[in-house]
């Protein structure tokens, strides 16, 4: 079991930055890839950032963020963050972290989720 806690969302105007944070808890030493997704009202859950956990840390965007947000994890490996620059209106949305385990194909674990709007 692996257990997540986000945090940090607000309210910020076009141009600003946020960061989130996930707390993880549980088996951490079994997680393989941690994720961001966000979840506009009435849209799917997009993808946004994703971090290899044993592999030396290795991140991936898509092109809809690429260069205004990262992902980052603490020393201890038990907290990842997500930095976002430049937001815009299109970017007002509840923003999840996951987990997905070593041996696994798919993001099991959720957290509760933090909201995120970018108004002026």
């Known amino acids: 079991q692996v257990q997540l806690v986000e945090s940090g969302g607000g309210l910020v105007q076009p141009g600003g930055s946020l960061r989130l944070s996930c707390a993880i808890s549980?088996?951490?030493?079994?997680?393989?890839?941690m994720g961001w997704f966000r979840q506009a009202p009435g849209k799917e859950r997009e993808f946004v950032a994703g971090?290899?956990?044993?592999?030396?840390?290795?991140?991936y965007y898509p092109d809809s963020v690429k260069g205004r947000f990262t992902m980052a994890e603490d020393n201890a490996w038990n907290t990842v963050f997500l930095q976002m620059n430049n937001l815009n209106l299109e970017d007002t949305a509840v923003y999840y972290c996951?987990?997905?385990?070593?041996?696994?194909?798919?993001?099991?674990?959720w957290g509760q989720g933090t909201q995120v709007t970018v108004s002026s």
């Open positions: 996951a987990a997905q385990l070593v041996g696994t194909n798919h993001f099991e674990y």
């Open positions: 549980g088996r951490t030493s079994s997680i393989y890839r």
């Open positions: 971090i290899y956990w044993n592999e030396h840390g290795s991140q």
